[in-house]
């Protein structure tokens, strides 16, 4: 049993080694500061301040070189690529169903703000 659980470790160790290798960035922390879950519902105002929050998080990475598209809601599924189609920028899977509308609005300003930044410095042609 004993020799059973050392394998099983070493091979774990592995696999997230392995996984942090093809995806060194992916350790990074989401830059959405709304809270995911809140007992009340927004005000006009939080949703509009989660909408100027996105925005700027997303102006800040771009500056940064960091591009990426943030995903929610709908489990992502095994063994798709992590990459958005449209932009073929990085996702990241920044929280599951779960969310609340300051979320979203965050998120959703958030990735506005990359697929600008794509189409205007790689026209569709």
């Not at 995911?36 to 989660?50: F, N, P, V």
Request: hydrophobic content about 40%; some cysteine.
């Amino acid at each position: 049993m004993k020799i059973i659980s050392i394998a099983l470790f070493v091979f774990l160790l592995g696999f997230v080694s392995l996984a942090e290798q093809e995806n060194p960035r992916e350790q990074l922390s989401s830059p959405i500061k709304a809270d995911l879950l809140r007992g009340h519902s927004a005000t006009a105002k939080q949703i509009e301040e989660a909408k100027i929050r996105g925005a700027e998080s997303a102006k800040t990475d771009i500056k940064n070189g960091m591009f990426r598209i943030l995903h929610f809601g709908k489990p992502w599924s095994v063994g798709k690529p992590r990459i958005d189609k449209t932009t073929g920028y990085r996702v990241q899977i920044v929280a599951g169903c779960s969310v609340t509308a300051e979320f979203v609005e965050e998120v959703r300003a958030y990735n506005a703000i990359m697929k600008k930044h794509k189409t205007e410095i790689e026209p569709v042609k």
